[in-house]
């Protein structure tokens, strides 16, 4: 059976430990097959908006999400493109929406091969109230999903 090669792959972050140790994971495939490697961060919708509006005027509202999107670029470059200088081709991505929802919108559009994420693996009541954006992702996309335990655990889940 012929190795599998995954050209156009996509690492999913939440810019947290268990995301870096995803992102060794993402950055090795894509060096080992050549391939591009997409880095995504979703902002998540506030689920407030309506009420945060009311207190917020918009150009306030468009500083902020301004703001923000400025910090994750300068966390990205710490986290990933430091690490990546001239290994692989790559795309840093900031998204907003419902994480799970975007993460498969995306990985659709740009017809990725594989979608690598980190997990924490919740369970018990901590699962019930977060979800898990990872799960989602993995019982409701359509293409590969790599699920990557913290470097702790040293495990991985592939779906």
């Known amino acids: 059976m012929k190795n599998k090669s995954f050209k156009n792959i996509l690492f ?21 097959d050549q391939g591009r490697l997409n880095i995504l961060y979703v902002i998540p919708d506030n689920p407030n908006k309506g009420m945060s509006e009311g207190y917020l005027s918009n150009p306030r509202i ?20 430091e690490k990546i200088e001239d290994a692989v081709e790559f795309k840093t991505v900031t998204k907003s929406g419902t994480p799970h929802e975007e993460i498969m919108l995306y990985a659709e559009e740009e017809n990725s091969d594989i979608i690598v994420m ?23 996309s359509k293409r590969p999903v790599m699920l990557i ?3 702790k655990t040293g495990n991985f889940i592939t779906a």
């Open 12 to 32: 999913c972050t939440d810019l947290s430990e268990t995301s870096n140790s995803a992102f060794e994971f993402a950055l090795s495939m894509a060096g080992r």
């Open 62 to 81: 468009k500083q902020f999400k301004e703001n923000f999107k400025n910090g994750v670029d300068r966390k990205f470059s710490e986290l990933y493109v």
């Open 118 to 140: 980190g997990t924490n693996c919740r369970r018990g009541v901590a699962k019930l109230l977060s979800g898990s954006v990872s799960e989602k992702v993995a019982r409701g």
């Open 149 to 151: 335990h913290s470097e």
